[in-house]
């Protein structure tokens, strides 16, 4: 995927967007950074942009260096009057500010910070709730119950995970997003199985997630479901195929044979992270190196 000559600063930011799902984030950053500052974008294009931005680093590890710009997506998105009516398809300024908002919570969960994202996140829902969004609120909505999962599993809530995984998980189905539909079966398999769900139906969910994630190209939401399969296998989950898994070792095993058990499955986690930092730009490249590659849990935003 590719600009095409003569696309809107819109257009381009989309673009950039399916190139971040697929774990382009070079080829991504390349499109976003010119429209943060760009003559003539819009601000509200500009905000997503750094919002954007902000994601691609912090699913790199990078919550500090995403920090930066979802606060300048925050301040462009409240520089300037919003029309809630106007944002149909969530790319408006008032899902910028939810997103920017969302992001930052992200943000604080990942440096240590669980009031300042609870707080965050409180003012990201107060914010939807009020403006409405014209239709496009599902996505911001959608990021909302991600975050929520993760900041109680990090209190060590798991309970009170579940919920907001749940109606992300919904929200995202009614919409029929298939990589924000996928994402959030991971949240929701994970937040459900630490809460006391049968961890082997969770392993064989996340396997299928992984597997759906693989053949739409959606990189980055195939390593994460690998790794928590692989953890709850470590913790005890049995599945009908990790019989021998004691005798298995990774050397020798191809990753494209069927998965048996967590050693493969960090293995096969750890060749997709491989692909997508061959594809970073060298910021996203060291930031990857300095989060020690895999963070646990992985990040959801």
Known sequence: MR????????????????????????AAAAVLEPLLVGPGVPVAVAAHAAITLAAHRRQLGGHAAARRYDALGLRL?????????????????????????????????????????QRLLDTAESLLRAGGAGG??????????????????????????VEPARQALECAQHAGSVRHVLKSRIVFTVAAAVAGTEPAAAVVELDAAAAEAERAGLLPLVWPARLAAADLLERGAGTPSNANDATRTISGESVNDPLDGPARRRHAALATLSVIEERADPLGKRLLGDSGRVSVPPPVM
């Open 77 to 117: 998105a409240s520089s300037v009057a919003c029309d809630p009516a106007a944002d149909l398809y969530g790319s408006g300024l008032l899902a910028a500010r939810v997103d920017a908002l969302v992001g930052l919570a992200a943000d604080a969960v990942g440096t240590g910070a669980p009031a300042s994202a």
């Open 3 to 26: 600009v095409r000559p003569g696309s809107s600063a819109l257009e381009r930011w989309y673009v950039a967007v399916a190139l971040g799902g697929q774990g382009r984030y070079a």
């Open 136 to 161: 496009g609120e599902w996505r911001p909505t959608v990021r909302l119950g991600w975050v929520r999962a993760e900041l109680a599993l990090v209190r060590g809530d798991a309970a009170g995970a």
